[in-house]
């Protein structure tokens, strides 16, 4: 509770008369536009996601990263593109989430970005495997100014953890979270907040109460319990929890459903969107092979794209018909389920 507590205090921190103006701005055309049903927009995103690259040294089962199953390509984020984007955005933009698809600390200048963020008064965070968590890393990782440190931990033996993180070690991710907590104490440093994020699937389903523990003796301030994304949910599949309350899907009569109802707006098509590590701008975190590309920063600025009648009438889409959009029918609201 304390380490909760002192997040949102250093997240309300980061608060500047700009930045709230920019909130209210958000806020009241996002309610207009539920409110007539047509899209109205003013402001900038209050958040982002940035990609630094689409390699991962995993090959976990439903990551299009882990399964080398893009049609886009592989790459690493420009430090110039990510520069020029957070100098045009910083004034507005209080949250910064490093990560869409990849391992982010496979980049080589991932660090570096970071802090060229965090000096700008943004919140920082980023999810990563934590197996490039070695002592220099970890102790860059907290002199870099970063928030909110996620860990993918997924299972509290080897036999289990590899189920899903196919070809990790489960012994480099307690390495690499020993390091950064080392680290920030001996930094004196209140951050980052170190989170393990436990996937729940049916392999791992019985370690709950185990990563509970686990995360305790290690002095992780918190664990996420993740409910999965299963692609092709509909005849069901090994790795849905049998524990109901951690499924996204529920079984009807022999055919598998999202168990949300799907309401025909979005928050996060008013306040945040995606950018890959080539410039693509898309609209959320489950368009994983860009198809619904809004934008381009490579050939224009950020804010000539967000409020273009391009996304204008994407936004529109979303209040019309969110089912008849392909990535929004995978879709939930609740993946996390606090532990």
Request: net charge positive; with cysteine; proline share 4%.
């Amino acid at each position: 509770m304390a380490s909760l507590l002192s997040d949102g205090l250093n997240f309300l921190s980061k608060a500047t008369p700009r930045r709230l103006l920019n909130a209210g701005q958000v806020v009241g055309s996002y309610a207009l536009s539920k409110l007539t049903g047509k899209a109205r927009h003013r402001g900038l995103p209050l958040a982002l996601s940035f990609e630094p690259t689409t390699s991962c040294n995993l090959r976990c089962p439903e990551c299009p990263s882990g399964l080398r199953s893009f049609t886009r390509p592989t790459g690493m984020l420009p430090d110039d593109l990510f520069k020029r984007t957070i100098d045009e955005l910083h004034r507005q933009l209080w949250y910064l989430i490093f990560y869409f698809q990849g391992e982010p600390y496979l980049h080589p200048s991932f660090l570096d970005l970071v802090k060229y963020a965090a000096d700008k008064g943004i919140y920082t965070a980023t999810s990563t495997n934590a197996h490039y968590l070695n002592d220099k890393n970890a102790r860059r990782t907290v002199e870099s100014g970063l928030d909110r440190l996620i860990i993918s931990l997924d299972g509290t033996t080897q036999e289990v953890y590899q189920q899903y993180r196919v070809g990790g070690k489960l012994d480099k991710v307690l390495e690499g979270t020993r390091n950064v907590i080392r680290w920030r104490k001996e930094l004196k440093s209140s951050t980052p907040r170190v989170v393990f994020q436990f996937l729940v699937v049916r392999p791992n389903e019985h370690q709950i109460e185990d990563a509970k523990r686990m995360a305790k003796d290690l002095g992780v301030d918190d664990v996420w319990f993740k409910t999965a994304q299963i692609y092709d949910y509909q005849n069901g599949s090994p790795l849905i929890p049998t524990i109901d309350y951690y499924s996204r899907y529920e079984n009807n009569n022999g055919s598998w459903r999202i168990k949300n109802r799907l309401l025909n707006h979005c928050w996060k098509m008013w306040h945040s969107c995606v950018i890959t590590w080539d410039g693509l701008v898309v609209p959320c975190c489950f368009d994983k092979d860009a198809e619904y590309r809004l934008g381009d920063l490579q050939k224009q600025s950020f804010r000539a794209l967000w409020q273009a009648p391009k996304y204008q009438r994407f936004r529109e889409s979303l209040l019309k018909g969110r089912d008849q959009i392909e990535m929004c029918r995978n879709c939930t609201e609740g993946t996390k389920v606090w532990g």
